[in-house]
């Protein structure tokens, strides 16, 4: 693998209102976990924002990643926990239980998704040093060609748009 773990993310910046001009992308926030996949053939690694492996929480995660075609690849995006129609961070706490059985019952009575928005490496290519306008239309034909029957993992939208970019700030409480 290129890319090995702990790999520190890309940290988005706190702002009071959304910035305006050209070649600005805006993506929703996301009430969930940073976290950092590490796919290389058979072995899976999930990390956290502080570079510690969660894959233990999220074995309904780990499981999904490991379905997929692709052999070898590193996703950066968030992991969250829907219930009713709404993200519940509270379920998403949950997870980071010491007992294993009582993980394996969350996963399966409310499974995580994992919200993909950064593809950072690939078949042994790493994309970190690419623009992000780039590595977007790399990852929007990774996950046209990796999630078709992966319910867990969904590519976070994206817009230029502003006025949709405003809607977002203010669901996330901007």
Not at 16 to 38: L, M, S
Not at 54 to 65: C, K, M, N, S, T
Not at 116 to 137: H, I, K, M, T, W
Not at 150 to 162: E, G, I, M, V
Request: aromatic share 10%; hydrophobic share 40%; proline share 8%.
């Amino acid at each position: 693998m290129l890319l090995n773990p702990p790999l520190a993310p890309m940290e988005a910046r706190s702002v009071d209102e959304i910035p305006t001009g050209e070649g600005w992308q805006y993506e929703p926030k996301w009430d969930g976990f940073r976290c950092i996949a590490f796919r290389d053939g058979e072995q899976i690694h999930l990390q956290s924002k502080a570079g510690q492996p969660l894959a233990r929480y999220f074995p309904d995660i780990v499981h999904a990643i490991a379905r997929l075609p692709a052999p070898q690849f590193v996703l950066d995006g968030e992991l969250v926990v829907p219930v009713s129609g709404a993200l519940s961070f509270d379920e998403l706490q949950l997870r980071l239980h010491p007992a294993a059985s009582r993980v394996q019952k969350l996963a399966k009575s409310h499974p995580a998704m994992f919200i993909v928005f950064d593809l950072l490496a690939e078949n042994g290519q790493s994309y970190l040093n690419r623009p992000l306008r780039d590595r977007r239309r790399l990852l929007e034909k990774f996950a046209r060609l990796n999630f078709r029957s992966a319910k867990a993992l969904r590519l976070s939208p994206a817009t230029t748009d502003h006025r949709t970019a405003s809607d977002w700030f203010k669901k996330a409480g901007g």
